[in-house]
Structures are given as structure tokens and as C-alpha cells.
């Protein structure tokens, strides 16, 4: 037996919904880059190390943000799907964070970033994908 398809939502629809997502991904993103950067730079501690040391650390924390950057300021699909698997990085570090006495409070903020940034993109995904089979005539 064939399995009915479900109709897909109008477009009047889809688009609060996908200008909705985009921004809480837009948003998390941004947050998540601003926390990073912050946290890195006048938090972390360096110790004993050399004054190039924090922002290389901070570079190499930033470059998977980076190379999803411009994927999720276009607004396409795929760059945001990949973001959901670039993000699930984040989301491990605010994990292991979060249990750390001294930074607890980075990490707890780093976890809620990440979530918010992988369901917000994932669900602008989602809608993106059935708006533009919806702009294709298919219903």
C-alpha cells in the first residue's frame, strides 16, 4: 500500500515561519561568536603565555563559525544544514564546560547558544526546502 503525502503549508505560511527561524539563527549565531570572543579574550586564562597565544586560540575557536558564516548570511539551505553539524562542536564544549567549578557560567550559556542555533537552523532547513518545492509547483 502507497503512502499518502502530506500537503505541503502555503507559502503565506512558510514565510513568518522561515523569517522567524532565521532570525533566532542569526541570532544565536551571533551570540555565540560574541560569547566566544568575549570569554577568550578577557576571561580565559593565559597565564604565563605569550600575547599571541589568546588570540590563536580564539582564531582556532572561531574558524568553524567562519566557514558557516556566509552560507547562514545569505540565507541558504545548505549552509544552514551544515551548520546544524558544525554547531554540535559547541554544543560538546559547553558540555565539558558547564562541569568546570570556574566556568560554569560560560559553559551553561555556550550550551543554550549552540541548542538554540542547531534547532533554529534546522527547522529554517526544513521550511526553506518545502518552500521552494512549493515555488516549484509541487504540492
Known sequence: MARKKKPLPSLERLKPRMAASRAVCLGSFLALVLLIAIWDLLFADSRGAANWVPW?????????????????????????AWACYVVNLYFILGVLNAFEPNQRIYGWAELLLSVSLFCSALLYTRWRFQYDRKLAGED
Not at 56 to 80: E, Q
Open 56 to 80: 590563536l586560540i580564539l582564531g582556532v575557536k572561531l574558524l568553524p563559525l567562519a566557514i558557516i558564516a556566509p552560507g547562514l548570511l545569505i540565507g541558504s539551505a545548505r549552509g544552514h
